[in-house]
């Protein structure tokens, strides 16, 4: 409970500080310190330390796998907030309120990674959705800020009703909400032979695909992405991503029977297209932003394979690892795209000449997007892939074939930014480049390094 409490504390604190003060410097570093603490309090959870006590009455259920994936996604935020801190602060004139938004969306992620029961899975999913909503239109007098925010929202809505009505139909199958029983119930004599209960968990599998982005329910991605501040784009397309496909493992890990055939025709279907829609469309692009939008889809294709695989030890061991190099490598991508002054790859023409150290940190993080060796990116995939092969042996080898080949494809649109910064002549303009900025880079890009050659170094942390 500490991560759920401390992390709704925190958002009240930083609307109070909004009231106190109207330096964004200082309401920036309350907000730092405050996440430090929210990081304290989980760790202590993680290891046995001081916890709250309080009934959950069965809603909720903590294990050290929730810890250490709430660790990551809060140390990730952590980053976040050193590296475009400054950036939250030019959106607009709200600063304490967009982090006290972030807060509240850190809340509803600790409520998705431990909840036990379906009506506390929508509950965390609304807490960490409706904040988007506001921080997408965060930019008032941006017509694609507004469209963005009223796309997401009216899509957002569509998706939750999705949701509700699966859950309704679980219910009516079970005459339960608790996780564990679901399972045994739908597949039990009573109702073996109804479609209800295996047709509730398709709605809720169908919501949860488009929560993370994937096909066919990913076409909100690149036009709310685009549309929204680049620094919060830079928040939704990791952290919160990352949130959804922890509730995604949780609510399949043991319920993917209860799909029957249908899920070894859906899975393999959902991940090709997301794939395909995601790295072939992105190679298309020339705006480096909207290129990241789809880029985050074809992520998302990887991820799935770890929800396909049923949850094995690979599996777990995998998506911590893909949560942290994709959120550290794309936070940090972002970081520096926001302080580009033009956004096209043109716009990346010369950098490595005029910006020799941010040239080489973004390459390490398209790198390890990419999934070259030597970056945390590499063992990201391998895990997922690995997770695949362990659950399906070699009747799921061409899937991961298919995979290989996409994300090959994806070397090219990474590689494309690359090029620019040290193949092409140009006067890239960077803005805002402080010592500050360079060392939160030089500590994701020795994150990403350090991970890629030991992701030891990660993993040990989780067996601790």
């Not at 009703?161 to 679980?170: A, E, F, Q, Y």
């Not at 490598?329 to 520096?336: E, K, Q, V």
């Amino acid at each position: 409970m500490n991560a759920i409490i401390f992390s709704a504390l925190a958002g009240v604190v930083m609307m109070f500080s909004g009231i106190f003060t109207k330096n964004t410097s200082i309401i920036t570093n309350v907000a730092r310190v405050a996440l430090a603490v929210l990081i304290a309090v989980n760790l202590l959870d993680t290891y046995g330390g001081w916890m709250i006590a309080v009934d959950t009455k069965n809603l909720l259920s903590f294990n050290k796998f929730g810890f250490f994936f709430n660790t990551i996604l809060f140390v990730a935020t952590f980053l976040f907030f050193v590296l475009s801190g400054r950036d939250i602060e030019k959106v607009g004139s709200y600063t304490a309120e967009y982090y006290a938004l972030i807060f509240f969306s850190l809340c509803g992620i600790a409520v998705l990674t431990s909840f036990n029961n379906l009506l506390m899975m929508f509950l965390g999913v609304e807490i960490m959705s409706i904040p988007l909503y506001i921080l997408t239109g965060a930019d008032k007098k941006n017509l694609k800020s507004n469209e963005a925010s009223l796309k997401y929202f009216l899509m957002g809505s569509f998706s939750t009703g999705i949701m509700l009505m699966g859950i309704t139909l679980v219910y009516g199958a079970t005459g339960n909400f608790n996780l564990p029983p679901i399972s045994s119930a739908v597949t039990g004599a009573v109702v073996s032979d109804s479609i209800i209960g295996p047709l509730g968990l398709l709605l809720i599998f169908v919501s949860l695909c488009f929560k993370v982005s994937a096909a066919p329910f990913h076409f909100w991605t690149p036009d709310v992405y685009d549309g929204a501040p680049s620094v919060f784009t830079s928040f939704m397309a990791t952290i919160i991503k990352a949130a959804g496909f922890f509730a995604f493992i949780k609510l399949f890990e043991e319920r993917s029977s209860d799909l029957r055939v249908s899920w070894k025709i859906i899975m393999p279907v959902i991940i090709i297209a997301t794939l395909l829609a995601g790295n072939i469309t992105a190679v298309f692009q020339q705006s480096v932003k909207r290129m990241l939008a789809y880029s985050s889809i074809a992520q998302a294709g990887f991820m799935l394979f770890v929800v396909y695989a049923n949850n094995n030890s690979i599996g777990k061991e995998g998506i911590l690892l893909y949560a942290a190099a994709y959120s550290l490598a794309t936070i940090g991508i972002f970081a520096i795209l926001i302080r580009m002054k033009d956004y096209t790859f043109n716009g990346y023409n010369g950098l490595a000449k005029k910006e020799p150290f941010i040239a080489a940190v973004n390459t390490i993080l398209l790198l390890s997007l990419a999934g070259i060796p030597l970056t945390a990116g590499f063992f990201a995939k391998y895990y997922m892939l690995a997770a695949a092969i362990n659950a399906g042996g070699k009747s799921v080898l061409w899937l991961v074939v298919i995979a290989v080949l996409f994300a090959a494809v994806s070397v090219y649109y990474y590689f494309r930014v690359i090029q620019a910064m040290y193949f092409k002549e140009g006067d890239a303009e960077v803005e805002n480049v402080n010592n500050r900025f360079k060392f939160g880079l030089l500590i994701i890009a020795a994150l990403i390094i350090s991970i890629g050659i030991l992701p030891s170094v990660l993993l040990n942390w989780f067996y601790f």
